[in-house]
């Protein structure tokens, strides 16, 4: 066993301190006993798999934690508090984030593929840049991914957001109307861009549905 310490990403003071031969279970354990993890640094920590779920009921704060860049595939985050959280860069495939609260939280980068996000708090989570522009999730249902598509049998994760639809697939990261040219530049007419073209029409559907009115305006 190894003597872990989680420390605030501000001040370096430590959040919380136990013994346990990894990270992942310092991490559980500080949950379980409701430790105040918020401001807590744990960028490109290995969490895969965490049992981190109902962290905010159980008193466990996350708000404001850096996981940039941390593991935390497959992870159970369902119902945590994780406003303002950085998230950048880090591996949520598959992830339950099922009821947590994420307004504020840094996704820029960040790997949803696969993530449960039924009852999540979205809006006003940040996608970073995109396009050279700030993007702000806007809206009660901002998330919508739609998979295995297209050449790569990859997932796309369409994005309302204060600047209208944005696309994640695979590499590629920008505007409706630049996902709609590379996919022809790349695909021509051939039958993934023809996959592509019937996933924006549920996409286009789904943000006349879903975009709040003041945004649309």
Request: charged letters at 25%; glycine letters at 16%.
């Amino acid at each position: 066993m190894a003597k872990f310490a989680i420390p605030n990403r501000y001040t370096q003071i430590s959040l919380f301190e136990c013994e346990s031969d990894r990270l992942r279970d310092a991490v559980e354990k500080a949950v379980k006993q409701c430790a105040n993890l918020g401001g807590a640094y744990l960028g490109g920590a290995y969490l895969r798999g965490a049992d981190l779920g109902g962290a905010y009921l159980r008193g466990a704060d996350l708000g404001g934690a850096d996981l940039g860049g941390a593991d935390l595939g497959g992870a159970d985050l369902g119902g945590a508090y994780l406003g303002g959280a950085n998230f950048r860069g880090a591996d949520l495939g598959g992830a339950d984030l099922g009821g947590a609260y994420l307004r504020g939280a840094d996704l820029e980068g960040a790997n949803l593929r696969g993530a449960y996000l039924r009852y999540a708090y979205l809006r006003g989570a940040d996608l970073g840049g995109a396009d050279n522009k700030k993007l702000t999730l806007v809206g009660d249902r901002p998330l919508l991914v739609i998979g295995p598509i297209g050449s790569r049998l990859d997932y796309l994760c369409a994005y309302l957001t204060d600047g209208g639809i944005y696309i994640k697939a695979g590499c590629f990261f920008g505007s409706r109307d630049t996902f709609i040219k590379a996919t022809v530049d790349t695909h021509k007419d051939n039958k993934h861009a023809q996959e592509y073209k019937a996933a924006l029409v549920l996409i286009e559907k789904y943000a006349e549905l879903w975009t709040p009115q003041e945004v649309k305006k």
